[in-house]
């Protein structure tokens, strides 16, 4: 048992918490802007996608619109894509992807595809059609050169002021990491894979 605190002490500590809260509540007080964000999740590491769906929950509590573009891997029966549809027509889930790369072995069917997914996250953010939208494995698509960065930087720079934007996948380009106001960068530490652990479902998918 750790040994009771003197009054000294708890004093000590609450003084010590007083100090702390009033530097935190100025620094607060002194953020007062506020704008649709664009978010990047990036990295090796696993977990892009799914902080991304924790954000669709958190949006959908705040009765946001929000719209799901899913880019390369799409054709996943995923737990996910199952809840969400509970919440339609507030959430719409567009799995447009036709599989990861190595699965179709079609280099311009993937393009067709990726082309086509874009082409519908384009009309919703030209449109202004929800409050947050997710645009999942985008950074993919990127990396191999299936839609150009310019493109896609141009009709980010003309979303709504108040629209949210997250785009996920490994590999982000410098360009967009520069124009997002927010970038994660997942690290693998550790992977259940390595150790011959197969995807688990409910848990990855």
Partial sequence: MPEQETISEQEGYRA?????????????????????????????????????????VRALGRD???????????????GEKIALKRFEPQCKFYALGEGFTWETQDKQRDI?????????????????????????ELNIA????????????????????KMHIVITGRNAPQGLIDASDLTTEMQEVKHPFRSGIRAQRGIEF
């Fill in 16 to 56: 010590k918490m007083v100090k702390r809260k009033a530097v935190k509540d100025k620094i607060l007080a002194e953020k007062t802007k506020e704008k649709g964000l664009l978010v990047v999740h990036t990295g090796k590491g696993k977990g892009k996608t799914t902080a991304a769906m924790g954000l669709v």
């Fill in 64 to 78: 946001f619109r929000v719209i799901i573009v899913q880019f390369i891997k799409g054709k996943w029966d995923t």
């Fill in 112 to 136: 067709l595809a990726v082309q086509k997914a874009w082409q519908r996250a384009e009309k919703i953010i030209l449109e202004g059609a929800c409050d947050l939208l997710i645009l999942d």
């Fill in 142 to 161: 990127l990396r191999y050169n299936y839609i150009e960065l310019e493109r896609v930087l141009e009709v980010l720079a003309s979303k709504h002021e």
